[in-house]
């Protein structure tokens, strides 16, 4: 954890059987409002979205942790990304961090319209 996160848990962990973070704001579907929402609540509504997107297979786990290690991609190395995510072998992680379609037409984009450049700058030198 971070310094400025343990900071934050220390300051809330008095209450946490006690508290709850996230609650229904409206009474609908037979809850009140301000009533927490329930321990299945978020997987639920997972399974709803895979349902609506034909993706079968894919439990919350592993698709929380294959979405993480993409959206990291941005900003880390694979192998900065594989120790965050806390994978012990490349055949693990390889199943979360995949090279998408759209990340390889973006390397080539990338070097298609700077290719003439880097060749220019070799030929001076």
Not at 19 to 26: A, D, G, K, N, P
Not at 91 to 119: G, L, M, P
Request: overall charge positive.
């Amino acid at each position: 954890m971070l310094k400025e996160d343990i900071v934050l848990f220390n300051q809330v962990r008095p209450c946490f059987p006690r508290s709850y973070f996230f609650r229904h704001e409206t009474g609908k579907g037979g809850v009140k409002n301000g009533q927490k929402y329930g321990e299945k609540f978020f997987y639920k509504w997972w399974k709803k979205a895979c349902d609506n997107l034909g993706i079968e297979g894919i439990d919350l786990y592993g698709g929380t942790r294959h979405s993480s290690a993409i959206a990291l991609r941005e900003y880390f190395s694979p192998e900065q990304i594989k120790q965050g995510t806390m994978h012990q072998t490349n055949k693990a992680f390889e199943r979360y961090f995949r090279i998408e379609a759209e990340d390889v037409r973006a390397i080539y984009n990338y070097s298609s319209q700077n290719i003439s450049k880097i060749t220019k700058n070799q030929v001076r030198n």
